[in-house]
Structure formats: C-alpha cells, structure tokens
C-alpha cells in the first residue's frame, strides 16, 4: 500500500526504482577543460570522464534535483579528470554534495576567483553557498562518487568559466599537486 520512492545503493551511488536522465561526458567532449589539450587529444575521444544521473523531477522553482555524478579515474597528461565545472546559471542558487565512494577534491571558486578545494569521501558533506562555481576532480584510483541535491531552476552557467578555475590540480611523483593556473 506504501509509495516505493526512488534508491540510491549508497556503496555504489547507483540510483534505481526512479524515472532517470542520463549523460555521459567523454574525452572528445572537454576541449579546453585541461591545461594540456595535446594530451587530451592523445586519448580515445569515446573514453567516458563521467557520468551523471538525474531523477527527473520538476524543475519548476522551489523543487529540487537529486542526481549523482561518478567520475573516473584517470589523468589528462598529469592533470586529474574532472568534471568541467560551473556557476549556476541563476547565481544565488546553492547546491549539496555528499561523496558517497573515491577519493577526490571539490573545487569550489567564487565570482571574484578565490578557490579552495575540500577533500571528498564516502560520508563528506559539502556546502556549496549560492554565487559559487563547483567542479569534482578525481585524485584517487577508484571511481569518485557523489549525490548531489540542487534547486530545479539553479541551471548551468559554463560561459562565465571560459578563463577556468584558477586553480588546477596535478599528480607528481605520485603526490597531489595544486597549482595556480596558467593565465589562458
Ligand atoms: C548540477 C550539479 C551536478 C553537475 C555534474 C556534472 O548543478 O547539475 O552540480 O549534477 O552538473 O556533476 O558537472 P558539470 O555540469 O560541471 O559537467
Ligand atoms: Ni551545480
């Protein structure tokens, strides 16, 4: 007699019993995202970065999206995949990220490019105020999962990011690296 919501396998992050969308993003789809897009155009442009799904609710204003991101693991020349990262479209919208497996970095970066980076694991919750760019980077060697909970009009902004984060992240020496990016 009881209402059978939509799952989430919290190992996993997969999401099941709901109504999903679904988008893969690939190598051939990030020109520009990474410092160096000789490398990326090295790789395989069919090769999967990440995928997102999204139970498909309304997205009329007050209602909320649930959706969850698992990037894989994998480097660009040095550079960790990521995902390409946005400010939402109406600015003052917030989000909620819970990692959910991996181990990776959230970068968060504000309208006047100061960034700062919060470790993300199974259990971390992480905040993401309105008027904040975001983008997941995977540092680890296991998929990096995340839930995330957004508001149904917040929408995407990636134009305001053309000149990036100012702050990229690298293996060296097997050790994580942050850099300040290059002026592109
Ligand atoms: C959102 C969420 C999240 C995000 C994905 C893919 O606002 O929709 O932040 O679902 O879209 O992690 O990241 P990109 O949208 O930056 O490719
Ligand atoms: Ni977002």
């Not at 909320?64 to 550079?79: A, F, M, N, W």
């Amino acid at each position: 007699p009881f209402i059978q919501p939509p799952q989430v396998e919290w190992a996993s992050g997969a999401l099941t019993k709901g109504p999903l969308l679904r988008k893969s993003t690939r190598i051939r789809d990030l020109i520009g995202i990474f410092a160096d897009d000789p490398a990326r155009q090295r790789l395989a442009g069919e090769h999967v970065v990440y995928d997102v799904e999204i139970l498909a609710t309304s997205p009329a204003e007050g209602e909320l999206y649930t959706g969850v991101t698992h990037l894989y693991p994998g480097r660009v020349g040095d550079e960790y995949f990521m995902t390409r990262g946005h400010f939402h479209a109406r600015r003052e919208q917030g989000e909620v990220y819970f990692g959910l497996r991996g181990n990776g970095l959230l970068l968060l970066q504000n309208e006047q490019g100061q960034a700062r980076l919060e470790s993300v694991c199974a259990g971390s919750i992480h905040i993401i105020p309105g008027f904040t760019a975001h983008r997941l980077i995977n540092t680890g060697s296991e998929v990096l999962s995340a839930l995330a909970v957004w508001p149904g009009v917040a929408g995407h902004d990636y134009a305001a990011l053309a000149k990036g984060f100012t702050l990229r992240v690298f293996e060296e020496n097997q050790q994580i690296q942050v850099r300040e990016a290059q002026n592109e």
